[in-house]
């Protein structure tokens, strides 16, 4: 089972800072597909977003996949640092 991000703790290349839509999971605000990743460079580390492909998108909340350890971002780098008590079903 792949752990779940969670905002500004969980790294792709750079922290991953969300929108400013906050969804909690057992109190913890996970990240969403979109959610911004600090600049870690020239582009496109400099505005890189967090962008699912594949089999991502295991679960959905209001019509936007959550993020796993492994879901890449759009600079190319994978997201990290997942939280591994909240896991998917």
């Known amino acids: 089972m ?3 991000l969670v905002s500004r703790v969980s790294k792709a290349g750079g922290l991953i800072t969300g929108t400013g839509l906050r969804v909690l999971v057992a109190t913890i605000p996970v990240c969403l597909e979109g959610d911004l990743v600090d600049s870690h460079g020239d582009s496109p580390h ?3 977003t967090m962008k699912l492909l594949g089999a991502s998108g295991r679960i959905i909340h209001a019509g936007v996949p959550v993020c ?3 879901d890449p971002a759009t600079c190319g ?3 990290t640092l997942g939280v591994p008590r909240i896991v998917e079903p």
């Open 46 to 48: 400099s505005n890189a």
């Open 77 to 79: 780098h994978l997201g």
């Open 2 to 4: 792949a752990n779940v």
């Open 68 to 70: 796993f350890d492994m």
